[in-house]
């Protein structure tokens, strides 16, 4: 019983550390540029500059899945793998689409540009220009999961009949 304690208060201290590290991290990683156009209750609508970002392409139809298989392969390629092993910056936010098109998308630091990107190692790491775009933002706490998900894309959609098929995932601070 003494050892359950034990690792279970291990466990609790390791979570409130990686919090903390993930907190203070996120104030030095470069955002999604935007400006806000106009606020409607607990909605922005924002217009995103355009931006570089790295993405591959997934199969299924769960976040879980998505978010997990895209962001390993993904991170893979920022922290190394690629022709020249190069580490590159980690940014905000994380793009999952779940429309026509399953994929995960992270956004390429301001100091590149396609042609000063090292190839990706896996072949299915590609890249994408998105254009400037306007977009509805929904903000919520805590870790994202399928039924919170849904919760706020019912909510976007109900209200204020939003076409939803990209989710833009970024730490709150």
Not at 44 to 53: G, M, P, S, V, W
Request: net charge negative.
């Amino acid at each position: 019983m003494k050892i359950l304690k034990i690792t279970i208060a291990s466990a609790f201290l390791l979570f409130m550390a990686l919090q903390f590290i993930s907190f203070k991290s996120t104030s030095s990683v470069e955002d999604y540029q935007y400006d806000v156009i106009d606020s409607v209750e607990d909605i922005e609508i924002r217009n995103y500059k355009n931006a570089l970002f790295s993405k591959v392409e997934l199969s299924s139809d769960k976040y879980e899945k998505i978010s997990g298989t895209g962001f390993r392969i993904l991170a893979g390629y920022i922290f190394g793998g690629n022709e020249t092993s190069e580490n590159i910056s980690m940014t905000s936010p994380v793009v999952v689409e779940m429309g026509d098109s399953k994929s995960m998308m992270f956004m390429i630091p301001n100091n590149h540009n396609l042609a000063t990107m090292p190839e990706p190692n896996n072949e299915n790491i590609s890249f994408i220009e998105i254009p400037s775009k306007k977009m509805a933002v929904i903000q919520f706490g805590g870790w994202a999961n399928q039924k919170k998900i849904n919760k706020y894309i019912d909510e976007l959609k109900r209200h204020h009949g939003l076409d939803i098929n990209a989710l833009y995932l970024r730490p709150i601070n």
